[in-house]
């Protein structure tokens, strides 16, 4: 019975989030498109999309097309301009990081990127997702010596019948491969972060067990364990080459992965983990909402936020290129928050982030956070996933906060979507 309950408690938070972020993510086409402006103190970090791809996986649903060199490099071109566009109207930026696609699909031009922001920002961290095809000494050298912080490598799976149907077994390699990479590159940056995935409808616990065991052995000092995120255009795909996903038994796949790591790795997300007592690794994360209150969207098909503003570039790549080149920001929509749509995101991105102080947020939005988030707050402590009485907030029951994020990214997926069908 007892199990039947939590189950409709854990439907019923996916309805809500999933009810919200839709209007969140509801943009007004009449709205005003110029790039939001932000008075905060606060770091700042950037955004950097890179929408090219050797191989296109038929679970994804980022922004991203088969690699073009010639408009690859038109596109790294404007990236440049955009980026110095940002510059003109008074930002400084103190992170940045790279994101897609695939950022090294085109090394020089990427060096050139790093060197630029390097050049005009106060930039102290750099992070880079890249495949593990690209785990060479011509690919990561060159980051490791320009400064790069943090590698982030999608791998998603070590079970080669996963990568196989994923579309991913043939350009990045098998299993053994794979593992074999890892281990020469592991120690090139103070933070060499494994992306992996569970929920995938092949994917049995027998599997999953084999993924944590390799992991184990590993010992990378950081591990993004997401669940299978889909949108509405990929469903069908996924369940044409892969079956129906199945979110039900997300908390027992959750609970075997935090369970075998929590000797080894710490959490420093809901579903990110950090090795236990690794010396020079830096905080970021996958998921840079968390340590940045505010982020710009740089490139075709980057969201940002900024000044309590959520707004998107154009996903059409000639266009981006197009209207950069005139010395135009790329914005087609924008939406801005209203207070408590802004109270309300900080709550699940701070406490995705594992704690949220309250007295700070109320300082941030110059609102009594304890009273506009004190419905949310009195929930969560009530079916158990906020610690009563802990100042800050803090989570007792992550994986509530895994269904949250899901809904959340889902909901990006589906916007993501229908931008591209509207332009």
Same mark, same amino acid.
């Given at each position: 019975?007892?199990?039947?309950?939590?189950?409709?408690?854990?439907?019923?938070?996916?309805?809500?989030?999933?009810?919200?972020?839709?209007? &969140?993510?509801?943009?007004?086409?009449?709205?005003?498109?110029?790039?939001?402006?932000?008075?905060?103190?606060?770091?700042?970090?950037?955004?950097?999309?890179?929408?090219?791809?050797?191989?296109?996986?038929?679970?994804?649903?980022?922004?991203?097309?088969?690699?073009?060199?010639?408009?690859?490099?038109?596109?790294?071109?404007?990236?440049?301009?955009?980026?110095?566009?940002?510059?003109?109207?008074?930002?400084?930026?103190?992170?940045?990081?790279?994101?897609?696609?695939?950022?090294?699909?085109?090394?020089?031009?990427?060096?050139?990127?790093?060197?630029?922001?390097?050049?005009?920002?106060?930039?102290?961290?750099?992070?880079?997702?890249?495949?593990?095809?690209?785990?060479?000494?011509?690919?990561?050298?060159?980051?490791?010596?320009?400064?790069?912080?943090?590698?982030?490598?999608?791998?998603?799976?070590?079970?080669?019948?996963?990568?196989?149907?994923?579309?991913?077994?043939?350009?990045?390699?098998?299993?053994?491969?794979?593992?074999?990479?890892?281990?020469?590159?592991?120690?090139?940056?103070?933070?060499?972060?494994?992306?992996?995935?569970?929920?995938?409808?092949?994917?049995?616990?027998?599997?999953?067990?084999?993924?944590?065991?390799?992991?184990?052995?590993?010992?990378?000092?950081?591990?993004?364990?997401?669940?299978?995120?889909?949108?509405?255009?990929?469903?069908?795909?996924?369940?044409?080459?892969?079956?129906?996903?199945?979110?039900?038994?997300?908390?027992?796949?959750?609970?075997?992965?935090?369970?075998?790591?929590?000797?080894?790795?710490?959490?420093?997300?809901?579903?990110?983990?950090?090795?236990?007592?690794?010396?020079?690794?830096?905080?970021?994360?996958?998921? &840079?909402?968390?340590?940045?209150?505010?982020?710009?969207?740089?490139?075709?098909?980057?969201?940002?936020?900024?000044?309590?503003?959520?707004?998107?570039?154009?996903?059409?790549?000639?266009?981006?290129?197009?209207?950069?080149?005139?010395?135009?920001?790329?914005?087609?929509?924008?939406?801005?928050?209203?207070?408590?749509?802004?109270?309300?995101?900080?709550?699940?991105?701070?406490?995705?982030?594992?704690?949220?102080?309250?007295?700070?947020?109320?300082?941030?939005?110059?609102?009594?956070?304890?009273?506009?988030?004190?419905?949310?707050?009195?929930?969560?402590?009530?079916?158990?996933?906020?610690?009563?009485?802990?100042?800050?907030?803090?989570?007792?029951?992550?994986? &509530?906060?895994?269904?949250?994020?899901?809904?959340?990214?889902?909901?990006?997926?589906?916007?993501?979507?229908?931008?591209?069908?509207?332009?």
């Amino acid at each position: 019975m007892l199990a039947v309950i939590n189950q409709a408690i854990e439907d019923f938070v996916a309805f809500v989030i999933r009810k919200k972020n839709n209007g &969140y993510l509801r943009f007004d086409p009449s709205a005003n498109c110029s790039l939001p402006q932000t008075s905060t103190k606060q770091p700042i970090m950037m955004y950097i999309h890179i929408p090219f791809c050797e191989e296109l996986c038929t679970y994804c649903s980022f922004h991203k097309i088969v690699f073009d060199e010639k408009l690859a490099t038109a596109y790294f071109d404007a990236l440049k301009t955009e980026i110095l566009l940002y510059k003109q109207q008074g930002y400084n930026f103190k992170a940045a990081y790279f994101g897609g696609g695939t950022p090294t699909i085109l090394m020089p031009k990427l060096l050139e990127i790093v060197n630029l922001i390097k050049s005009n920002f106060d930039i102290a961290e750099i992070s880079v997702e890249t495949n593990p095809n690209h785990l060479t000494q011509e690919h990561l050298q060159p980051l490791q010596q320009m400064g790069v912080n943090r590698l982030s490598v999608g791998v998603q799976s070590f079970d080669d019948s996963i990568l196989q149907t994923s579309g991913r077994y043939h350009k990045y390699g098998n299993s053994s491969q794979i593992q074999e990479k890892i281990s020469q590159f592991k120690d090139y940056f103070p933070t060499f972060n494994i992306d992996m995935m569970f929920n995938f409808p092949t994917q049995t616990e027998k599997s999953l067990q084999a993924d944590l065991e390799i992991i184990q052995k590993l010992k990378v000092n950081q591990i993004t364990y997401y669940p299978l995120m889909i949108s509405s255009t990929t469903k069908q795909t996924i369940e044409k080459t892969m079956g129906k996903v199945n979110n039900r038994r997300g908390r027992t796949l959750y609970k075997m992965i935090t369970t075998a790591l929590s000797a080894d790795y710490s959490l420093a997300t809901a579903w990110c983990f950090n090795l236990k007592n690794t010396k020079n690794a830096t905080n970021l994360v996958d998921e &840079y909402v968390i340590n940045y209150d505010e982020y710009a969207g740089i490139g075709s098909g980057a969201i940002g936020y900024l000044g309590g503003s959520v707004y998107a570039n154009t996903f059409n790549i000639s266009e981006y290129i197009r209207r950069i080149n005139v010395n135009e920001f790329p914005i087609i929509a924008r939406r801005n928050f209203t207070t408590k749509e802004q109270l309300l995101y900080d709550f699940l991105m701070k406490l995705f982030g594992l704690s949220l102080d309250l007295s700070e947020t109320s300082k941030l939005h110059k609102k009594n956070a304890y009273i506009w988030l004190f419905p949310e707050v009195a929930f969560f402590m009530l079916i158990g996933g906020l610690k009563i009485q802990a100042k800050p907030l803090q989570l007792k029951d992550s994986y &509530y906060w895994v269904i949250m994020m899901r809904e959340f990214f889902t909901s990006v997926n589906n916007f993501r979507e229908y931008c591209r069908s509207v332009e």
